[in-house]
Nanobody, 123 residues
Framework: QVQLVESGGGLVQAGGSLRLSCAAS????????MGWFRQTPGKERQSVAI????????YYADSVKGRFTISRDNAKNTVYLQMNSLKPDETAVYYC????????????????WGQGTQVTVSS
C-alpha cells in the first residue's frame, strides 16, 4: 500500500511559478513510476508529467513542455513538479499518482492516487 500526499498548491498570478511536492509512504518508492495529473470540474483528469522508476525517463503533455519539470528524490520518497510561466487555464486540482508499470500511469490508470492539491492561477 502506498499513500501519496501532495502539497505546494495555492494561488499564483499568471506568469508565476509554483512547486508541487508529493510525499509517498512505504519503502518501495523507487519501484514506482510517478506522475502528476490535473482536473477541472466537468472534465477528465489529464496527465501533465510522468517520470519512470528506473532511468528517469520523463513524459510531458505538449501544453506544458518547456515550462514544467518533473523530478524525484528517491531518498526522500518525494516527487516534485516545478511549474513556471503558469497560465489561468491551468487552474485545476493537481493529483499525484504512482504505478509500478510506466505505461499504466501513462494511460491514466495508476495504482495509487493522492488526494489532490488546488492550484489557482489568477489573470
Amino acid at each position: 500500500q502506498v499513500q501519496l500526499v501532495e502539497s505546494g498548491g495555492g494561488l499564483v498570478q499568471a506568469g508565476g511559478s509554483l512547486r508541487l511536492s508529493c510525499a509517498a509512504s512505504g519503502r518501495s518508492f523507487s519501484t514506482y513510476s510517478m506522475g502528476w495529473f490535473r482536473q477541472t470540474p466537468g472534465k477528465e483528469r489529464q496527465s501533465v508529467a510522468i517520470i519512470s522508476r528506473s532511468d528517469g525517463t520523463t513524459y510531458y503533455a505538449d501544453s506544458v513542455k518547456g515550462r514544467f519539470t518533473i523530478s524525484r528524490d528517491n531518498a526522500k520518497n518525494t516527487v516534485y513538479l516545478q511549474m513556471n510561466s503558469l497560465k489561468p487555464d491551468e487552474t485545476a486540482v493537481y493529483y499525484c499518482a504512482a504505478a509500478q508499470n510506466f505505461y499504466a500511469i501513462l494511460r491514466g490508470t495508476p495504482d495509487y492516487w493522492g488526494q489532490g492539491t488546488q492550484v489557482t492561477v489568477s489573470s
